[in-house]
């Protein structure tokens, strides 16, 4: 979208920090898992020194080696894959509906007069309500537990991005009708770039949605899965298989928003957002 | 040439932002609108540039109605309003696209050039400074060779110093290819630098109050004692404009007219 001018301009210097960047770079992560991994540690004391017994909060070398056993049978790699997979087709159908209806009553007010009430009203029911029409009108499979979740995606992309149409500086579009750009044009030139960084944030809020309603839809009878290992964990009374699903669930989680802010990033270099003022660039 | 011709402008709101404003602007002239706060100059300018439609009245350059941006008009803003993520080598060839791209840039280095910004060329907009961001935005707009340029009080934002400087500068680049500009200001010094006629506006409607010819040669000492008494001239209509005993000055001054103390 970009038109590129080439020019012989001197290379801009980095701006450089202090200290050396690298070490910089890799302090800050480690900084912040500082704080769960001594509280982890702390746990596994108090349950190695015969304080508690931890049957109930069963300490973090159990809830490893139940990690490692559901690794080594294979088991784990399926339950993730059947996980992942229902969040990425409810992910991408949420987005792929979200970004459609959103794009076009932001960009129509006539759509957004017909459309957006009614979206607004649907939105008002709490999404789980959902789940019992879901398993009578699409079974109790695939089908339903993927329509669940990409209703869970559907409504932060679709809010996200109707509201930041609606909000581009008006400043911005006379440039773009001061150089007579056609409707497509305009759209392509000004009102994406523009809406870019909202949209970037609506995906992410989607996405923990996503991974907040594939626990739900696995709750509703399922036989692999993350959730599944959860259910069974407590049917079973397995307080150590719940709490490892729970930490690959935090796991996969935040990798799959990261690697989503990784893919963006390139495209949103321009910004002069707060976070790189504080030198989190 | 641009004629004005009776060009109102009556806001949904009902606010009568401009009334029968009609003038005549010859090519290569520069013009300065200059009024109190709200007196209808920046509706006269989106008007001329075609961003609004006026309620009566036409606007026509070349004989050619004005009712959209026009490709010959070009306009300035009292901010940049540079795309943030465009660099600024790519805001200032943002209305070049339909140029094959060596021509593009070859332009576009120039303008750079000719701003003084050549080693901007791949920043954000972000990283300049408020001067600089505004030389940006000129060169945008003359990067594209208007015939008329519009400005609406582009230098405002700035300090006394860099508004100086861009007004020079502003100066040379007019120098280089005559374009007509119709600037719209609050400050009576730059007015007589850089006008050949100042049009003075007064409000409650928007309306034309008293135009004041400068026949001073450029480039103009700001120190002279001649350029002090136009200072003075503007600034005195400014006042009566101001004052709603004064009924509306009708005289219209020739080109080399005296002055009219
Ligand atoms: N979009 C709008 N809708 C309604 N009224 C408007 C609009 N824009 C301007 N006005 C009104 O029209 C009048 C003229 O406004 P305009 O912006 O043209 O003034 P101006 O001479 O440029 O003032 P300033 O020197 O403060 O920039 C004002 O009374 C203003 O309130
Ligand atoms: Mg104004």
């Not at chain 2, 001067?131 to 940006?136: I, N, P, S, Y």
Request: charge should be positive; aromatic fraction near 8%; glycine fraction near 8%.
């Amino acid at each position: 979208m970009t038109m590129t001018v080439e020019l012989q301009a001197p290379a801009v210097a980095t701006p450089q920090t202090a200290r050396a960047p690298w070490l910089t770079r890799l302090a800050r992560p480690l900084l912040g898992l500082l704080l769960p991994l001594s509280l982890a540690l702390a746990w596994e004391l108090l349950v190695w020194a015969g304080w508690s017994n931890g049957r109930l909060v069963p300490p973090p070398s159990k809830v490893f080696t139940t990690i490692a056993d559901l690794a080594r049978s294979g088991e784990l790699t399926r339950h993730i894959v059947t996980t992942l997979s229902r969040v990425g087709i409810g992910f991408g159908l949420g987005v792929a509906a979200g970004t459609l209806l959103g794009g076009i009553c932001g960009y129509w007010r006539m759509a957004r007069r017909l459309v957006d009430p009614t979206i607004q009203a649907l939105r008002a029911i709490p999404s789980i309500a959902w789940v019992p029409l879901f398993i009578l009108w699409l079974g109790i499979f695939e089908t339903s537990k993927v329509a669940l979740i990409a209703v869970g995606v559907f409504f932060p992309v679709y809010l996200g991005l109707t509201g930041a149409i609606l909000s581009v500086d008006r400043k911005i579009v006379e440039v773009g009708r001061i150089f007579r750009l056609s409707g497509p044009a305009m759209i392509r030139r000004i009102l994406l770039p523009a809406v870019l960084p909202a949209y970037v944030v609506s995906l992410r809020v989607g996405l923990g949605l996503g991974w907040m309603f594939v626990v739900a839809a696995e709750f509703m009878g399922a036989s692999e899965g993350l959730g599944y290992l959860l259910i069974d964990g407590q049917q079973l009374g397995k307080p150590a298989q719940i709490v490892a699903a729970i930490v690959i669930f935090a796991i996969i989680g935040k990798a799959t928003d990261w690697l989503l802010e990784i893919a963006t990033a390139p495209l949103l270099r321009w910004q002069d957002s707060f976070a790189r003022q504080s030198g989190a660039a | 040439m641009l004629q004005l011709t009776s060009v109102t402008k009556v806001y949904p709101n009902g606010v009568h932002a401009l009334e029968r404003f009609s003038a005549e602007i010859q090519l290569g002239e520069i013009i300065a609108i200059i009024g109190g706060s709200g007196c209808g100059k920046s509706t006269l300018l989106r008007a001329v540039a075609g961003l609004d439609r006026a309620s009566a009245g036409t606007v026509t350059l070349d004989g050619e109605t004005i009712t959209a941006p026009h490709p010959k008009v070009g306009i300035i803003f009292q901010e940049p309003r540079l795309l943030p993520w465009l660099t600024v080598a790519d805001n200032i060839g943002f209305g070049l696209s339909e140029l094959p791209a060596a021509e593009r840039r070859e332009r576009v280095a120039r303008a750079l050039d000719r701003v003084g910004l050549a080693d901007k060329a791949k920043v954000w907009p972000r990283e300049l400074s408020g001067g600089q961001a505004q030389r940006v935005a000129i060169a945008r707009a003359l990067v594209a060779q208007p015939e008329v340029l519009l400005l609406d009080e582009p230098f405002s934002a700035l300090d006394a110093f860099t508004r100086k400087d861009l007004q020079d500068h502003l100066l040379d680049l007019w120098a280089d290819t005559r374009p007509t500009l119709v600037l719209v200001t609050h400050d009576v010094e730059e007015a007589v630098v850089l006008a050949d006629r100042v049009l003075v506006m007064r409000p409650h409607p928007g309306r034309l109050f008293e135009e004041i010819t400068i026949n001073l040669s450029r480039p103009r000492d700001r120190n002279a004692p001649l350029f002090d008494q136009f200072k003075r001239h503007v600034l005195t209509a400014l006042d009566r404009s101001l004052d709603r005993t004064v009924p509306d000055a009708q005289g219209r001054r020739e080109p080399g007219g005296g002055l009219w103390w």
